[in-house]
């Protein structure tokens, strides 16, 4: 039972445009929600995090909406460039965090 | 300053071997997390230790146990290994483990060590 969904496997966008990457998840006691970067053979690099008390949080290009009644939070990326190539997972909990399975970003020069 | 570190980067250990896996949390960090990914799906929390005591842990069998130091370093360990047990091991280290207590709860991973069971 997948409580953290990331329903899209992979996304392409040109250099320059927004990436929007989606992420569903079905338990409301969830309190704390994160976006993680990972390249091949590395560990995830964290990106930016947004708890479940705010709707929206910026740093720099990337900005995550959480939207509570959806149970859905996206992160967006602007403008997008080659080097935000990697999968994107998002994880979400509080101590124990459950990850979903990713989404693959291609930024196409 | 040092981010998290592991040990060793890659290991290779054939069916019903035991196996120890090291991490060394960020300076100043009390809780350390392990997660075990598989190619193809996200990380998948096994343990968390807070203060040396264990304080989480997920839905693996009693062949994975681990332990966290005074030090905050932590160790896992794999017992009666199966091939399955293949992956990618990642350990996480955070301040706190209770966002609820004040501040964020970001956990920062390490670059995993490759365990490979032949």
């Known amino acids: 039972d997948q409580q953290v969904k990331q329903n899209s496997p992979s996304l392409s966008v040109q250099e320059g445009r927004i990436s929007i990457l989606n992420c569903d998840y079905t338990?409301?006691?969830?309190?704390?929600f994160l976006w993680y970067k990972k390249y091949p053979a590395e560990g995830p690099t964290f990106l930016i995090s947004?708890?479940?008390?705010?709707d929206k949080n910026e740093d720099g290009r990337f900005t995550v909406f959480l939207n509570k009644s959806a149970k859905h939070l996206s992160l967006h990326i602007v403008p997008s460039q080659p080097g935000d190539s990697a999968v994107y997972f998002c994880?979400?909990?509080?101590?124990?965090?459950?990850f979903g399975t990713g989404t693959r970003l291609k930024v196409l020069a | 300053d040092a981010g998290v570190t592991q040990s060793p980067t890659h290991l290779i250990k054939t069916r019903g071997q035991h196996v120890t896996l090291r991490c060394s949390p960020i300076?100043?960090?009390?809780?350390v997390s392990w997660y075990q990914q598989v190619l193809g799906q996200g990380p998948q929390f096994i343990f968390q230790y807070y203060e040396k005591e264990e304080r989480g842990r997920g839905n693996f069998p009693d062949r994975f146990s681990a332990r966290q130091f005074p030090n905050y370093s932590s160790e896992l360990n794999v017992n009666a290994l199966l091939l399955g047990d293949s992956a990618l091991y990642l350990c996480a280290s955070s301040f706190r483990i209770n966002p609820a207590s004040g501040g964020s709860n970001e956990q920062f991973f390490g670059p995993g060590t490759r365990l490979t069971v032949l």
């Open positions: 300076s100043g960090h009390k809780s």
């Open positions: 947004i708890s479940s008390i705010k």
């Open positions: 994880a979400a909990g509080t101590y124990k965090y459950i």
């Open positions: 338990n409301s006691m969830f309190d704390y």
